[in-house]
């Protein structure tokens, strides 16, 4: 072994590497570990266990499964923790850590001796920071997700987090549901370890990391709690041995190509709103951009082929046994890129020729038969997204796709949170719902892009209006919903404009978002945009600082491959 690797590799400077390697070694020795063992090859892996991430319950399996693969493989594992961001324990919203949580990984993979590194991760936010941070250290590593939760069971139904979450709870504010079967049903969604049982964020970017390459074939959506997982996990470790011996680096394998083939899956499986942005994250951070026009060339081009939730009926554990993201990609093979490779070394085109296992036809229909024609994300223009927004239209009303409404707008969360079920509040099921201050600069992009149909209109039986923001939404979420409106109301961006009454036009078939105001009127009122305040100290004024816009992916401008994003 080199005199770079292993135990030896990036040793602490004391102005005597003889002494540093000794030093090191006698206090790797007081863990127990044999001088042998201590040639080897070291296999980090970065564990996200938490009391405040439910997805990771099974954490130690999987290391323990991971360090078996490694230690079979002839090589030493070292697990080491980093950042955990389980979803719906943080404030204001776990989009204002990601970032945090990929510099800690990025820079521990980096301080610390090891030759490869297994990444462990499943919750929302957690897969893209790990990417994130494993393209910019750039030593081989391997995606390991902790899988999908199994469903629950209520009244002879299934159940799956969150997409029933927000079902049920659509039915308990319009008085459908009692208080007391919410409360049994509160206790039946979330009944095991892993992620949520649905295509949502977290599902989608498992299906992302494994068609970058970046996660073993087959892997993505194995179900938390099946065998299959540790084996997975175990394969992982072995593969992370062999990335040393034949080195794979993230910037061979994340290529424009492998994400335009991440973009093609997206829209195929009908994903999360949420994956524009942390694939755009996970690019940038190589140099790599694709433009909102390529964006939705994709997007017309590629079929949605899954019956999931939340736009279809099906479940994480149904997609696993239909036959998962390889079933998919022979679907689209004669659309993506072939010539991509992944971490076992295997190029794409081999890999598809080498699959064909049972598909069942009910969850991954056919290309030519299928959920829908076109792609289930696309990006809007117009004069109120010059930079772009996403709207997720496998998830929305068709009837909504042409209409023109009046503008009910609410100025922030605050207000939004006061007025929405206001009896007297002044709002139809034609008009359009706007919220304002509610992106990455003004409120960390929470997942409040989702606005609740006000309760008056709920209990006049009224499913699903327009609604606008500069917000993000929960990936399992559903309805006619333009999001991550760019540049945000608070940098002067043009929804700062919009005032209650004005007409807004949207336009699915042109891919528009429109004020209909006249140009003048827009000027005069962006000049009147008060700047938001910002915090003075610690990681949030380093946040307020350097947070970029939706369309670079909401990281850090110091943090992209250029490193000199204009805001």
């Given at each position: ?5 292993g ?7 004391y ?7 000794y ?56 697990p080491?923790?980093?950042?955990s ?22 820079e ?31 030593i ?18 299934r ?75 175990e ?65 017309d ?41 992944n ?8 890999r ?96 409040a892009g ?51 009454g ?66």
């Open positions: 072994m080199s005199d770079d690797k135990i030896r590799g990036g040793l602490t400077n102005g005597d590497k003889d002494f540093a390697e030093l090191r070694t006698s206090f790797a020795r007081s863990m127990g570990l044999s001088k042998e063992i201590l040639s080897k090859p070291i296999v980090g892996i970065a564990m996200t266990p938490s009391g405040f991430n439910n997805c990771h319950r099974s954490m130690s399996e999987l290391v323990e499964a991971v360090s078996r693969g490694v230690l079979a493989a002839g090589a030493l594992p070292r080491f923790p980093t950042i961001l389980g979803e719906v324990y943080l404030n204001p919203t776990s989009m204002v850590y990601r970032n945090l949580m990929s510099m800690d990984t990025e521990m993979v980096r301080a610390q001796p090891m030759d490869a590194v297994v990444l462990i991760g499943g919750c929302d936010k957690t897969v893209p920071a790990q990417l994130m941070g494993a393209a910019s250290a750039n081989p590593a391997i995606q390991l997700v902790t899988g999908p939760m199994m469903t629950g069971r209520h009244r002879g139904e159940l799956g987090a969150c997409t029933d979450c927000r079902r049920f709870w659509g039915k308990y504010r319009a008085g459908e549901v009692e208080k007391d079967e919410i409360e049994q049903i509160e206790g039946r969604l979330a009944t095991t370890a892993g992620t949520c049982a649905v295509m949502g964020t977290a599902s989608t970017m498992a299906c992302i990391a494994e068609t970058l390459g970046m996660s073993l074939p087959g892997s993505a959506a194995i179900p938390a709690v099946h065998a299959e997982r540790l084996v997975a996990a394969y992982s470790g072995r593969a992370a041995v062999n990335l040393i011996t034949n080195p794979r680096r993230p910037t061979d394998i994340i290529t424009e190509k492998s994400v335009e083939n991440a973009y093609r899956i997206l829209m195929a499986v009908s994903g999360s709103t949420n994956a524009i942005i942390h694939l755009g994250a996970v690019a940038g951070r190589l140099g790599i951009r694709i433009s909102n026009e390529r964006l939705n060339q994709i997007s081009e590629t079929p949605v082929l899954v019956d999931l939730k939340p736009v279809g009926s099906g479940y994480m554990e149904d997609f696993y046994a239909a036959g998962g993201v390889g079933a998919v990609m022979r679907e689209l093979r004669h659309l993506l890129h072939l010539d991509t490779v971490v076992t070394g295997q190029v794409l085109g081999d598809l020729e080498s699959i064909s296992h049972w598909v069942d036809r009910n969850v991954i229909r056919s290309f030519d038969d299928p959920v829908s024609e076109h792609g289930g994300l696309i990006s809007l223009g117009g004069n109120l997204a010059p930079g772009g927004a996403i709207f997720k239209r496998a998830a929305a009303t068709p009837e909504l796709f042409e209409v023109e409404g009046r503008a009910v707008v609410f100025e922030g969360l605050e207000d939004l949170a006061k007025r929405i079920d206001d009896p007297d509040l002044d709002i139809e099921a034609t008009d359009i719902m706007v919220l304002k201050n509610a992106g990455p600069v003004a409120a960390g992009m929470p997942e989702y606005l609740p149909i006000p309760k008056k209109l709920a209990r006049q039986g009224v499913k699903d209006m327009v609604r606008i923001s500069d917000a993000r939404m929960s990936g399992t979420a559903f309805g006619t919903i333009v999001l991550h409106i760019s540049p945000e109301s608070a940098v002067g961006g043009p929804l700062a404009a919009v005032r209650n004005d007409r807004i036009r949207l336009s699915v078939k042109e891919k528009t978002i429109d004020l209909l105001i006249s140009e003048a009127e827009f000027i005069s009122r962006i000049n009147d945009t008060a700047t938001p305040k910002k915090h003075k100290r610690g990681y949030r004024a380093l946040y307020d600082r350097s947070v970029l816009q939706a369309p670079d992916g909401c990281d850090f401008d110091f943090l992209t491959h250029a490193g000199t994003f204009q805001k």
